[in-house]
């Protein structure tokens, strides 16, 4: 048996195309997408000894025109999280964009998260499932044009396996100037995956060394220690923990024969975790945990929150320039594992 991909339409979306595109494993896992909305990833359930795993948290107004940063996997571009006060300077040029955070007085997490993306490439065979969906400023958010030194082109491929879910990245530079960018992904993770395990009962780790200072949610070139309230370098009960931080200085990166590192995990079930697994792309993780909503964001990002204004500081904020035709390519992938594996 080879795995699938099918479509639907939702009848109930009324301000943008409502057609989902879903991939499907012979053993009965799926993910479901959005393209219209962000490209973004909305349902990944995986089956396993405990029952249905259900991975990523959807928000219950996601349907028919919700927000598209609080449900599944958002995508963050040209730039992950806030700029502070909307505003940076480049190149002798000033920018200006919409203060669209929740105090309505910074910009936050970019134009690709809210924005139609158009699918270029899907196919499925004996290992795997895929769909690629393609933004660029230019074509897909024309308006945002003026927002940015340059315009950009970012390609994202879900990759579905029997026990994975796989995000490809690659970022290009079609422009004549050199592009900054940074990209992040804000994945909402259920607590618990399965019905039984309270959500008290589920654990978190991500490893680092420090944290960023913030202020209104904001880096202001700091970094310091982590402490006893952000200390995740061993798994850690969700009960009473709150956090909204950027950690960093993450363990030094030692690629498996995949290219990749373990850099986070949830464990959301009595026998199974979610385990993220990153290339050397992401130097950053924002953890999040969401007021009242019943998940927990780990959320990697190729450069801190703000890197554009930093950078011009002269602070290593892992801003990142493609030349005019570059590439960048990144890669995580989440995998469900028995606990103690």
């Known amino acids: 048996m080879t795995f699938k991909i099918s479509s639907t339409v939702r009848q109930d979306v009324t301000s943008r195309n409502g057609t989902l595109i879903s991939l499907h494993s012979p053993d009965g896992a799926s993910a479901t997408i959005y393209p219209a909305l962000g490209f973004n990833c909305f349902s990944w359930i995986v089956p396993s000894s405990e029952g249905k795993l259900d991975i990523l948290y959807q928000d219950a107004e996601l349907f028919p025109d919700g927000r598209p940063t609080r449900s599944g996997i958002p995508v963050l571009f040209p730039y992950p999280n806030r700029v502070r006060d909307a505003h940076f300077n480049w190149e002798g040029k ?24 158009r699918v270029i490439n899907q196919g499925a065979d004996f290992k795997s499932a895929w769909v690629t969906g393609e933004f660029q400023i230019s074509k897909d958010d024309p308006a945002s044009l003026n927002c940015w030194p340059t315009d950009a082109i970012l390609q994202i491929t879900y990759r579905l396996k029997t026990n994975s879910l796989g995000i490809e990245a690659t970022v290009i530079n079609p422009d004549t100037k050199h592009l900054p960018f940074g990209l992040g992904y804000h994945p909402y993770f259920n607590l618990p995956f399965v019905p039984g395990f309270g959500p008290d009962d589920c654990s978190l780790q991500c490893e680092a060394g420090s944290f960023w200072h913030l202020d209104e949610c904001l880096p202001d070139g700091r970094k310091l220690p982590v402490d006893a309230a952000r200390d995740l370098n061993k798994l850690r009960k969700m009960k009473g923990f709150q956090v909204d931080d950027v950690l960093t200085d993450l363990p030094k990166f030692k690629a498996g024969a995949d290219g990749l590192m373990e850099r986070g995990r949830v464990q959301g079930a009595k026998k199974h975790a979610m385990v993220m697994y990153c290339d050397n792309s992401w130097r950053d993780m924002v953890v999040f945990t969401p007021g009242a909503r019943t998940s927990v964001c780990i959320e990697p990002y190729t450069c801190v929150t703000d890197a554009i204004n930093l950078h011009q500081k002269g602070i290593d904020s892992g801003l990142l320039i493609l030349p005019p035709s570059g590439r960048h390519q990144s890669h995580v992938e989440l995998r469900i594992e028995a606990c103690g594996s």
């Open 94 to 117: 000033s920018y200006s964009l919409p203060r669209n955070d929740n105090i309505q007085k910074h910009n936050i997490h970019g134009f690709a998260v809210r924005s139609p993306w």
